[in-house]
T-cell receptor
Framework: EAGVTQFPSHSVIEKGQTVTLRCDPISGHDNLYWYRRVMGKEIKFLLHFVKESKQDESGMPNNRFLAERTGGTYSTLKVQPAELEDSGVYFC?????????????FGQGTRLTVV | AQSVTQLDSQVPVFEEAPVELRCNYSSSVSVYLFWYVQYPNQGLQLLLKYLSGSTLVKGINGFEAEFNKSQTSFHLRKPSVHISDTAEYFCAVFESGGGADGLTFGKGTHLIIQP
């Protein structure tokens, strides 16, 4: 069974450009999470989808970030326009249930560099 | 709001020696505790978790952790490490009864196994 996959694995863009990150969760997982790790800092929660609905987006840094999950399958995270401080590794995770008894599986992450 | 402190950014250990990776947290409510591992070029993988019950939790690859409520700690231990344990280890908490849906992570500890 395929795990959580993220595209691209690396992205280098200029300040002011737009970038879209994609996450394909494990098939059948209703819960999808986005996290971000800025260099040298903690991994921070961004938001949580249950199917196509945003359950919690309290961690989204500002309105330059837009996450979608149309149809409740894959999810995209768009950054527009990108700023230097957006650089970091963006992780996606999925789980079958929302309770802590169900394990969340993480993707390898997308390393975003804004120059 | 909760926070997680991993005091050691790097821990060098000789192969077959024991290791302890420290994790302390702060929270005003009940928490659930996790340790994740990230091997090079891979996503985060759950090592073990504490939800309730016995304070000594056993995980995969011979790791265990002990929840100490009075000291607000959840240190990770392994009696004898192997070269393959070289990775970055993350402690994380989830605060019950409200707050964000996602985990709060520490900054991570690089475990470096020396032959």
């Amino acid at each position: 069974e395929a795990g959580v996959t993220q595209f691209p694995s690396h992205s280098v863009i200029e300040k002011g450009q737009t970038v879209t990150l994609r996450c394909d969760p494990i098939s059948g997982h209703d819960n999808l999470y986005w996290y971000r790790r800025v260099m040298g800092k903690e991994i921070k929660f961004l938001l949580h989808f249950v199917k196509e609905s945003k359950q919690d987006e309290s961690g989204m840094p500002n309105n330059r970030f837009l996450a979608e999950r149309t149809g409740g399958t894959y999810s995209t995270l768009k950054v527009q326009p990108a700023e230097l401080e957006d650089s970091g590794v963006y992780f996606c995770a999925s789980s079958q249930g929302g309770s802590l008894n169900t394990e969340a599986f993480f993707g390898q992450g997308t390393r975003l560099t804004v120059v | 709001a909760q926070s997680v402190t991993q005091l050691d950014s790097q821990v060098p250990v000789f192969e077959e020696a024991p290791v302890e990776l420290r994790c302390n947290y702060s929270s005003s409510v009940s928490v659930y505790l996790f340790w994740y591992v990230q091997y090079p070029n891979q996503g985060l993988q759950l090592l073990l978790k504490y939800l309730s019950g016995s304070t000594l939790v056993k995980g995969i690859n011979g790791f265990e952790a002990e929840f100490n409520k009075s000291q607000t700690s959840f240190h990770l231990r392994k009696p004898s490490v192997h070269i393959s344990d070289t990775a970055e280890y993350f402690c994380a908490v989830f605060e019950s009864g409200g707050g964000a849906d996602g985990l709060t992570f520490g900054k991570g500890t690089h475990l470096i196994i020396q032959p």
